[in-house]
């Protein structure tokens, strides 16, 4: 009798042996598969919306995202281009290069992004950092602005922008006063996203459009002060401060590079977003050779982003991360890896860490 009840149990022991731990084995590797962490890229720079505020269903967008792409950075587009009867009658602008109406802020972007990030499952969520752009960078209460958007939807929130300062074409449209750097309400807005620990993404051109050859780039000191007075804000400069039409300035990467390399600027950090951007550093060898050097000097502090404006496909939305092909191979792996995913990763990670503590602190429920 006992040896056949231990008999019995060998053959249990084989049959779990042969079947059931590598069933176990098998789900653990599908579940490990299907982690983010397989992912080739994380975006830091995506429009869910356009100029007009219309654009790709959040639920779509994932879609799209599918298993390529881990986590991004989401908002949409604070300025609204409006429709002017008088300006373009019947037609209807979709981008602020078709009319001369005037662009203005559009606050409600904030609320719209939060409702499309609540509408997520949790597991759906962990994929996006959503960011608030609703605010006027000329408005003293601008800073409030966003606290009050905080406050409305805590548990949402990892960073501010994109928002702009001098943007060719853009920034002379803008209703009202024009932005600038040297404004004490930027400082306002810096100030209190280092007091809660938001991720500021700002666009501003280093230079005007068609500067002459080798002149001083005109924002370049203003912007560098403005980083000056604010050491401990995490600030990305998008598209390393190049336009469609402000060129990569000589020696451009020079400039980054007196950047990169001061301590002062330790917070600063670039991302090579925009197809125009990618346009410039491919242009020829020599351009995406020298932009490869100082990634791979500088490789903690340069990240990827798409700038597409809501994509109707896969193809369309990873037009840039393909286009940039050439300079991936130029990369080194860890470099490669930092730019595409990681830098996202210890940026943002430690965003939601603060600002969540923050909202907490505050007693925000979420
Ligand atoms: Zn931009």
Redesign the pocket.
Known sequence: MKRSYDSRRRRMIRFAASSVIPLVLWYSLAAAQSHPDQTELNDV?FHLTNYIQEGTDIHDFLKIMGAKVGRVALFGIPLQQEWSYQNSGDFAPTYYLQTDAPLYYYSFTDAYIAMAYRSLSKEQRERFDPMITGFNPADMYAADHIRRVLETFPGVFSGIG?F?IH?EFVSAKVAGETASLQNPALDRILDFAEKVGLVVLI?NDMDVPFAKEGSQPVYLDQMKALFRRHPNTTIIW??TGM?RIVRPIKNHAAQLAKILADPQFSRVYFDI??DEVAKYVLSNPEASRITADLLNRYPDRFLFGT?EVAPPNQEKYLKVYYQYEPLWKLLDEKTREKVRKGNYERLFDEARRKVRAWEMAKGLNF
Request: proline share 0%; hydrophobic share 20%.
């Open positions: 720079h994109e702009t943007k666009h998008a598209h336009g977003s925009w700038d």
